[in-house]
């Protein structure tokens, strides 16, 4: 059933578009944002070796090294200075977030609105700085180690990645806060996006190239072809899925009048998480996966060699452990975004009450019921997503590009940004409609 955003977004004249200045503004600096970000993924920082980096790279595609590569738009494999991208300030968000709901000191800032979010938002950033310098020193010695380094003084060679790679990264997460703030959607979301999509011409491009060269048959390329469509409706049917808890609003006396009750309902999404949870467990993976493929294979141990191997793409323990994060950061996830008790005592101030069920605490308990045996159905169906797909693709050579956490991500932030137009265009046609009241109103 659709709700009544989706019902007068339908009923609406985008003609209306034309006319929102103000829509079209944030539009057009989005875009210019994403363009400013895609060009600097193409400015490399100085003292590499492209010859030896391009073959380090040819060996290393294979495993997570490729899947943060396809979430940087590429950047990664041209040492670009936004080669980690916003990964660091998602680590640092995780890092915070977890630790909000731990210690007292930031669960209090969490209470006190708009101020203790802005003192949260800092402390993060600074975290970003601190990851960001830790992984940039890495990716310094193994650079080093891999003999892709031109400059005569590691010391410089250090020292220079480290402050580009902390410049760009803290970049493009100031890129990202201004997409919030003054372009439409997510700005963290839509930079991700933005990376995989610029990848996907040259994945299928690669398909289709094995496909002709015999290496990939063509009811295989068909099969993935429908699995690709299968995907992005499974996407699109459960992210705009809701469960409707029924809410009633008794009669109630204002003055000399007597209102009457009204009924409304609460709705629950089966994924409130979005695209997060995937994010997040590639964020977290990416962070010793790095140190672990960047490092030399003679200054390591066999354990650790054994452990890159283990996480390369589609094999057990890459699917093992990101199927077991992406099912932990759904329910941490959803916990943070939801509050049963604060819900049910809204309601109660409110007046309303959910049919057959009491006021107060029997309330959030009930909420709490339904969110959590919705959050293991989202968990579930993010799961098999994200982890199916990839093992079926890592089986036949597939690009990461085209497996299913990049499409979750890319139609999930699609349909959340067309989600916002709309609501930019019905409230500028309600703006309009005000505006015209008053002008009656005054003759």
């Not at 323990?317 to 199927?323: D, I």
Request: aromatic residues 10%.
């Amino acid at each position: 059933m659709a709700s009544m955003s989706d019902k007068l977004a339908s009923n609406m004249d985008f003609s209306a578009f034309s006319k929102a200045k103000d829509l079209q503004k944030r539009l057009l600096f989005t875009l210019f944002a994403l363009i400013v970000f895609r060009l600097g993924t193409y400015i490399p920082f100085p003292g590499i070796n492209p010859t030896v980096l391009t073959e380090f790279f040819s060996e290393n595609s294979g495993g997570l090294l490729g899947m943060f590569n396809a979430f940087t738009g590429g950047a990664l494999s041209r040492m670009s200075i936004l080669a980690l991208n916003i990964m660091p300030y998602i680590s640092a968000s995780i890092i915070v977030q977890l630790a909000a709901s731990v210690i007292p000191s930031l669960m209090a800032l969490k209470k006190e609105g708009e101020s203790g979010f802005r003192k949260i938002n800092q402390y993060t950033r600074y975290l970003t700085v601190l990851i960001t310098v830790v992984q940039a020193f890495f990716m310094a010695r193994a650079l080093e180690n891999a003999n892709a380094v031109i400059m005569p003084s590691h010391f410089m060679f250090e020292l220079s990645t480290v402050v580009s790679l902390l410049g760009g990264t803290m970049f493009v997460v100031w890129l990202g806060e201004q997409i919030t703030a003054r372009g439409v959607g997510n700005g963290a979301s839509l930079i991700i996006m933005t990376g995989i999509v610029a990848g996907i011409p040259e994945a299928l491009v690669r398909v289709f190239e094995e496909n002709r060269v015999g290496a990939l048959s063509t009811p295989l390329l068909l099969f993935l072809m429908l699995m690709t469509f299968a995907i992005i409706y499974i996407v699109v049917f459960i992210e705009r899925a809701q469960r409707r808890i029924p809410i009633q609003y008794p009669k109630r006396q204002m003055g000399n009048r007597m209102m009457q009750g009204a009924n409304s309902h609460l709705p629950l999404k089966i994924n409130p998480t979005g695209v997060m949870p995937p994010i997040f467990a590639s964020a977290i993976l990416a962070i010793p996966v790095a140190i672990v493929q960047f490092s030399s294979k003679e200054s390591t141990s066999d354990f650790v060699n054994g452990l890159a191997v283990a996480l390369n793409h589609g094999n057990w323990l890459y699917l093992l452990t990101f199927a077991v994060l992406v099912f932990f950061f759904t329910f941490f996830y959803t916990g943070i975004q939801s509050n049963p008790t604060e819900t049910a005592d809204n309601l109660k101030k409110q007046g309303g009450f959910v049919a057959g069920i009491r006021p107060g605490k029997n309330t959030a308990e009930y909420l709490d019921y339904v969110i959590t045996r919705l959050t293991l159905l989202g968990a579930v169906y993010l799961t098999i997503l994200c982890v199916l797909p990839e093992f079926l693709i890592s089986q036949v050579g597939i690009p990461f590009v085209l497996g299913g956490t990049t499409l979750l991500i890319v139609v999930s932030v699609i349909m959340e940004t067309f989600s916002q137009i709309q609501s930019h265009l019905i409230a500028h046609r309600y703006e309009g409609l005000i505006k015209k009241a008053k002008l009656k109103g005054r003759l």
